[in-house]
């Protein structure tokens, strides 16, 4: 078990445990899969050619080919992005996107058993009811992970992770893009977190700058969406589920325009959370906070990097932050600033890279392992 506040100074994970996280990709995600439809293209143009000079149809070995050819681009674009991991992964994906039905919850405490043996949480796609003065999308969904045995002892309680996609994005990217379950089961197999609930949040509003809102309450008729996650969000998952309702116990973290929210929203409320996880993200709200909010007055309130150093902190606040090591741009500026600013007052910062990964899901991924074991020692075993 891991105790409240334990050694952050290192964290490290096992190369086993790395080649396991490594290996929930499949044919989507594969490199082979590239190939083979590289060679089916060439023998369909290879046939096309020979049937034309034969004077018979080719259009259906050039169909073929062409299909193959998109599909190889496809698969080549989704492995650098490395936005659909798995099969699995694509379902959740077209989830979210209204393109299928969410899939079927998996009842608590039936843990499923995989191949190797291990135990799985259970994941299901919940709709949170907002205010109509919050101006949320009806059709939003939120993404809930909760650990194996969460049925078995109904007074036991644990703490939880909230996490924010980027822009563009939607709550069910944590699941499919980031693998988050399955990193979950992984390092609870080997011991390396405690076992927590997971919950991936939705954030796109309406209005201005829909799909960027930067977690903020809009002045330009927009969601509010801080009020949203404060006042309804957080509330709801702890009359929902057995939490442990207090911010020592909760982390909010983030990958890009997430990882702005999840610096601004846990930094402006401590009341909340305990925690941060900053996954290569920049420290202000950018062109999307300039679409949700009338002032310049108002966007100076959300510049992390010029508060840092200022805002009060009524108790500790610890925050990880990823690097993508391929990646100089702003979020290495922003970042390493608000590090620098926090670890001067004291604070529990931990900074660390993903050495040649630029700003995509492939770093998310690899990232967020580490941020969990981070959050996990910052939050320690439940009562």
Excluded at 18 to 42: F, K, M, Q, T
Excluded at 154 to 168: A, F, N, Q, T
Excluded at 230 to 243: G, I, S
Excluded at 263 to 292: K, N, S, W
Aim: overall charge negative; some cysteine; hydrophobic content about 40%.
């Amino acid at each position: 078990m891991i105790t409240l506040g334990s050694d952050t100074s290192d964290i490290r994970i096992p190369p086993d445990v790395l080649r396991e996280l490594a290996g929930g990709g499949d044919w989507i995600s594969s490199w082979w899969s590239v190939a083979l439809l590289s060679l089916l293209a060439a023998g369909g143009v290879f046939w096309a050619v020979r049937r034309r000079r034969a004077h018979r149809w080719s259009w259906p070995m050039w169909t073929c080919a062409s299909l193959a050819v998109f599909a190889a681009l496809g698969l080549t674009a989704n492995i650098v992005v490395g936005y659909v991991p798995n099969v699995a992964a694509a379902r959740v994906t077209l989830s979210s996107w209204g393109l299928a039905g969410p899939p079927a919850p998996i009842e608590h405490g039936s843990a499923r058993s995989r191949a190797g043996g291990r135990d799985e949480g259970s994941v299901e796609a919940v709709h949170v009811p907002a205010p109509a003065a919050d101006a949320m999308p009806s059709s939003s969904l939120t993404w809930v992970y909760t650990p194996p045995g969460y049925g078995t002892d109904p007074s036991s309680r644990y703490p939880v992770v909230y996490l924010v996609h980027g822009s563009p994005g939607e709550g069910g990217d944590w699941f499919a893009a980031g693998d988050v379950a399955h990193v979950m089961d992984i390092l609870l197999d080997h011991q390396l977190v405690d076992p927590m609930i997971v919950v991936a949040l939705d954030v796109n509003g309406t209005g201005p700058s829909a799909v960027d809102t930067e977690c903020l309450d809009s002045t330009t008729g927009g969601s509010q969406v801080e009020t949203y996650l404060t006042r309804t969000v957080v509330p709801w998952v702890d009359a929902t589920y057995r939490t442990t309702a207090d911010w020592k116990h909760r982390t909010i973290g983030g990958f890009s325009s997430g990882g702005f929210c999840a610096l601004d929203q846990g930094l402006r409320h401590p009341e909340l959370y305990g925690t941060i996880l900053a996954l290569d993200t920049t420290g202000d709200p950018g062109t999307g906070g300039t679409a949700m909010l009338a002032t310049q007055a108002e966007w100076e309130e959300h510049d992390v990097t010029a508060y840092a150093s200022t805002i009060p902190l009524p108790h500790p606040v610890a925050v990880f932050v990823d690097l993508a090591g391929a990646n100089d741009g702003d979020p290495r500026k922003d970042s390493t600033a608000i590090a620098d600013a926090l670890r001067a007052r004291g604070q529990d910062v931990f900074q660390r890279e993903e050495k040649g990964l630029d700003h995509t899901w492939n770093f998310a991924r690899a990232a967020i392992p580490y941020g969990l074991v981070f959050a996990s020692r910052q939050m320690g075993t439940t009562p």
